[in-house]
Nanobody, 123 residues
Framework: VQLQVSGGGLVQVGDFLTLSCASSGGTFSGYVVAWFRQAPGKEREFVAALRYMGTSLYYEDSVKGRFTIYKDSTKNTVDLQMNSLIPEDTAVYYC?????????????????WGQGTKVTVSS
């Protein structure tokens, strides 16, 4: 599985941005898909995840109410809508996927990662 990430950029505080993750296989059916981020000087952290063929959604506490992870069936992507962005959201964002479930994926122990996309929130 190869993942393609798009949508990063430079925005102002309070702005919104949407990141998109696509699979080279054309679908994420049977997989859990997650977004992670790594801020400068910090470890990579889990942001959000969903089970592509289910309804379960998972969010890191600091993004609850501001970020929404969802699947776009028309594009076969898993997107991360980020609203009310703050400087603390500045990071390189990564998409990851795994068929073994959310616990495995949230641990970061998966072989399936997309390239990072940089998000900078300027004050």
């Amino acid at each position: 599985v190869q993942l393609q990430v798009s949508g990063g950029g430079l925005v102002q505080v309070g702005d919104f941005l949407t990141l998109s993750c696509a699979s080279s296989g054309g679908t994420f059916s049977g997989y859990v898909v997650a977004w992670f981020r790594q801020a400068p000087g910090k470890e990579r952290e889990f942001v959000a995840a969903l089970r592509y063929m289910g309804t379960s959604l998972y969010y890191e506490d600091s993004v609850k109410g501001r970020f929404t992870i969802y699947k776009d069936s028309t594009k076969n992507t898993v997107d991360l809508q980020m609203n009310s962005l703050i400087p603390e959201d500045t990071a390189v964002y990564y998409c990851a996927t795994d068929p073994r479930g959310c616990i495995v994926l949230r641990s970061g122990t998966t072989d399936y990662w997309g390239q990072g996309t940089k998000v900078t929130v300027s004050s």
